[in-house]
């Protein structure tokens, strides 16, 4: 039980680290971040008032010009009501609201995309870990090459054969705009239809990580006591492989697994930038382009929250099945 309370306890610490960064990070930037709306506003014609500091400063969460530590305090006690205060970007809407409205397309596109590239990835690198040595283990070099290839990349080139070539998928959207979005068969189709791209991109691209990590455990685990005993007793190949190699070999495939799944809150900037995707990461493109204090503070809590989540998920999860985790600690 002290384990898991000294584990808790850490990650209290971290969160509060953490919101502590998201609030002060913005502030230690060059110039007032009011200053700098105000200057874009009057570029494009507007009226500068004193009512006006005064709204923007609202948008940003509290009067920039009391003392840091009263924002500090102001800021936590929003961030523990949900309230993130107001894009500028897609004005009046809440921040809550427009990172609402992204995430569930972030979290289908790279969440599907994560598990599928991790599935295959461990999968295709237990084989080639079991028998190395054979045609399959000279794929991997090919895999590789493909995870070292840049997202945007490997983006567009599907998107020159399968979209403007053989015009199989669309090159761009998250959806058929003619529908009304909503749980239906058409609508979700669609958007099947419209991800299968980005997707296949994200697959692609860290499909080979996933292998080659899983075939170096697994050649790492043939070697072990355990392996070549149950070969001694005349186990079939089949049950080693599954109940005694794979299963060890994948203790370190899984934390990555987790953390990665912490990110996929982040999205991906340059698949959903080059498909135009409706997700998370086109909304941080946008709030860092615009200047968008209170959204890129939204963003990154988000994606602070889902990454210590992750690691809390491995950390409990290791001290579970691994009692000399708890030893040791």
Known sequence: MSYFLRKLGFYLVALWAALTLNFLIPRLLPGNPVDILLAKLQQRGGTVTAETRAAYELLLGGNTSEPLIVQYGS???????????????????????????????TIALIGIATVLSFVIGVGLGALVGWKPGTWLDSLVPATT?????????????????????????????????ALNPGWNAEFIGSA?????????????????????GMRNMMVSTLSEDYILTAHAKGLPASHILRSYAARNA?????????????????????TEQVFS?????????????????????????????????????????????DPRTRARS
């Open 75 to 105: 800021y936590l006690v929003n961030v523990l009501r949900g309230d993130l205060g107001l894009s500028v970007t897609y004005f009046p809407a809440p921040v809550t609201e427009v990172i609402g409205q992204s995430l569930p397309w």
């Open 145 to 177: 090459l493909l995870a070292a290839v840049p997202y945007f990349w490997l983006a567009l080139i599907l998107v020159y054969f399968f979209a403007t070539l053989l015009g199989m998928f669309p090159s761009q959207g998250g959806y058929d705009v």
């Open 192 to 212: 099947v239809y419209y991800g299968f791209l980005p997707a296949l991109t994200i697959v692609i691209a860290s499909l080979g990580g996933w292998l080659l």
């Open 250 to 270: 994948v203790l370190p495939s899984i934390a990555g697994f987790a953390i990665s799944l912490g990110f996929v809150v982040g999205g991906s900037v340059v």
């Open 277 to 321: 995707y409706p997700g998370i990461g086109s909304k941080l493109l946008s709030a860092v382009t615009n200047n968008d204090y209170a959204l890129m503070q939204g963003l990154f809590l988000f994606i602070t929250l889902a990454v210590l989540g992750a690691n809390l998920v491995v950390d409990l999860f290791y001290g579970l099945i």
